[in-house]
């Protein structure tokens, strides 16, 4: 089988790129992305201006997974613009998380004018923001959150420019028609399945504690945990786009980690 793909008009020699997480922040990590096998640079979500995150520690992993409660940290999004020329070998896509709906319409505005930047994924699903839910868990709250931008932004600036977004996990088969036929009202060529599953809890039973500090130990649960999951929203969207006709690229993402698990998500879709 071969392994090239496209997103949309973008053609891609491999099927394999970073998710935008803790390893995409600096331009160390992203410059090391843009020479591996990666077939794209994805960057950590950009916020307007520079964050330091939730507490630490915010991350622990183990054999099954990982639980993160990072809270965006990241250089702001003038970062991720200025350093965008440096991404030579790869389309460099920007993920984007501006925290509230102004601020991301800021960080679009300047993302469509620099056109050394190739996609942007709009991460509608942290669940790690202290006292924020996850936007993609609103119908309401995003279907006006992404008429604003679409009716806003003058991505016509940019006509090449890709736009995603990264979804959380969803559980009920009700929901994938429902955030369908709000996705299908925009111009929005990928999504990407799925974010960390919100607000699992790791307890370490020698330490009787828990094992992360913000939240109450509470965080994004990663890793094999959540491979099943990953999968089904993957299939779910994928028959949905297609029971519908629309030209939406699904993007699989959680639990990734041998080819055999690149093969299922590819057989889902
Ligand atoms: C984080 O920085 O808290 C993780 C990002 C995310 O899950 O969207």
Same mark, same amino acid.
């Given at each position: ?17 970073n998710a935008?997480g803790p390893r ?34 915010r991350y622990f992993d183990h054999d099954l997974g990982s639980i993160n409660s990072m ?8 970062? %991720? ?32 004018? @620099?056109? @050394? ?10 669940p790690?923001? !202290? ?5 993609? %868990? ?31 996990p ?11 036929? !709000?996705?299908?009202? %925009? ?6 399945c799925i974010n960390s599953l919100g @607000?699992g809890l790791l ?8 094992v992360i ?6 965080g994004g649960i990663g890793g094999k945990y959540i491979k099943p999951i990953g999968l089904?929203n993957?299939?779910?969207? %994928? ?13 699989g993402c959680g639990g990734i980690e041998t080819?055999l698990d690149i093969?299922e998500y590819?057989?889902?879709?």
């Amino acid at each position: 089988m071969s392994l090239e793909t496209n997103i949309r008009h973008l053609l891609l020699p491999g099927c394999i790129y970073n998710a935008s997480g803790p390893r995409c922040t600096d331009i160390k990590e992203l410059l090391k992305l843009d020479k591996s096998e990666s077939a794209l640079v994805l960057s950590k979500s950009a916020t307007l201006v520079k964050r330091e995150g939730n507490p630490k520690p915010r991350y622990f992993d183990h054999d099954l997974g990982s639980i993160n409660s990072m809270g965006l940290p990241n250089e702001g999004i003038n970062y %991720y613009l200025f350093l965008a020329p440096t991404i030579k070998n790869k389309p460099y896509f920007i993920s984007v998380n501006g925290l509230t709906l102004q601020d991301t319409l800021k960080i679009l505005n300047g993302t469509i004018r @620099n056109k @050394n930047v190739t996609g942007i994924e709009i991460n509608l699903s942290c669940p790690n923001i !202290i006292g924020k839910g996850q936007l993609a %868990y609103d119908m309401t709250e995003m279907d006006t959150y992404l008429h604003t931008i679409f009716n806003t932004i003058e991505f016509s600036l940019h006509p090449t420019l890709l736009i995603g977004l990264k979804l959380p996990p969803y559980f009920d088969l009700h929901w994938y028609p429902m955030v369908t036929n !709000i996705l299908k009202k %925009y111009p929005i060529h990928f999504i990407t399945c799925i974010n960390s599953l919100g @607000n699992g809890l790791l307890v370490d039973s020698e330490s009787e504690s828990v094992v992360i500090k913000p939240k109450g130990g509470m965080g994004g649960i990663g890793g094999k945990y959540i491979k099943p999951i990953g999968l089904s929203n993957v299939r779910n969207f %994928y028959l949905e786009f297609e029971k519908q006709n629309l030209k939406i690229d699904v993007i699989g993402c959680g639990g990734i980690e041998t080819g055999l698990d690149i093969f299922e998500y590819i057989l889902c879709g």
